[in-house]
């Protein structure tokens, strides 16, 4: 019973680049969720997707930034035009429906995205 | 604005002693309120989780205090073991969004 897997693990950008972060759900899970976390910080809320929708994109910057979750496929989570700042680890993570008291979010182990 | 805030940033025990981690908040919206352990290269994983209409709850070793009231939580680790030094995370959830504090690095002394 395969985790939230991510890919790759690390990614190394040239300023200008574009960076695409991959995630596949949990067997069975159709709600993701993407997160970035600075170093030293906690997790940053970014989008939340269900199959072919997104659901709540607030915590993601306006411009540079977006993300899909196809109706096969994994997310992606697509940076343009990177630049340094957006060195960070994007973590993704999914639920099998509306997060409530009764289920819980599970993380995949990150991505780990640098900037030159 | 910091919807969750976590306190200490670090914190050193000795094997066998107790860690305490605390958190605060404002928003009276927050529903449910998880408790993250993350190790250095991984993602965070559930520890322990509370609803705001109960007090405490305790798994194992683990131990979360609710105060709502003080709009304050915390995460007790007793007996804590070289294995339990990672990072914490505290969080709260309003709807489908979790808000997360800064987290805490725990270091564990043999």
């Known amino acids: 019973n395969a985790g939230v897997m991510q890919n790759p693990r690390h990614l190394v950008r040239r300023r200008g680049q574009e960076a695409r972060l991959r995630c596949s759900p949990m067997?069975?899970?159709?709600?993701v969720y993407w997160y970035r976390q600075l170093p030293e910080e906690g997790l940053k809320f970014m989008v939340y997707l269900q199959k072919e929708n997104i659901i709540d994109e607030s915590g993601m910057p306006k411009e540079r930034f977006s993300a899909e979750f196809p109706k096969e496929g994994p997310s992606i989570l697509r940076i343009q035009q990177v630049v340094r700042g957006d060195s960070a680890a994007y973590f993704c993570?999914?639920?099998?429906?509306?997060?409530?008291?009764?289920?819980?979010?599970?993380f995949g182990p990150g991505t780990r995205l640098t900037v030159l | 604005q910091q919807q969750v805030k976590q306190s200490p940033q670090s914190l050193i025990v000795q094997k066998g002693g107790i860690s305490i981690i605390n958190c605060a908040y404002e928003?009276?919206?927050?529903?449910?309120f998880p408790w993250y352990q993350q190790f250095p290269g991984k993602g965070p994983a559930l520890l322990i989780a509370?609803?705001?209409?109960?007090s405490e709850k305790k798994e194992g070793r683990f131990t979360i205090s609710f105060n709502k009231s003080a709009k304050q939580f915390s995460l007790h680790i007793m007996d804590s073991q070289p294995g339990d030094s990672a990072t914490y995370f505290c969080?709260?959830?309003?709807?489908?969004?979790?808000?997360f504090g800064s987290g805490t690095k725990l270091n564990v002394k043999p």
């Open positions: 993570a999914s639920s099998p429906s509306e997060l409530s008291s009764y289920n819980e979010q599970f």
């Open positions: 928003n009276t919206a927050f529903d449910y």
């Open positions: 969080a709260a959830r309003n709807f489908n969004k979790f808000y």
């Open positions: 509370i609803r705001p209409d109960v």
């Open positions: 067997k069975g899970h159709s709600h």
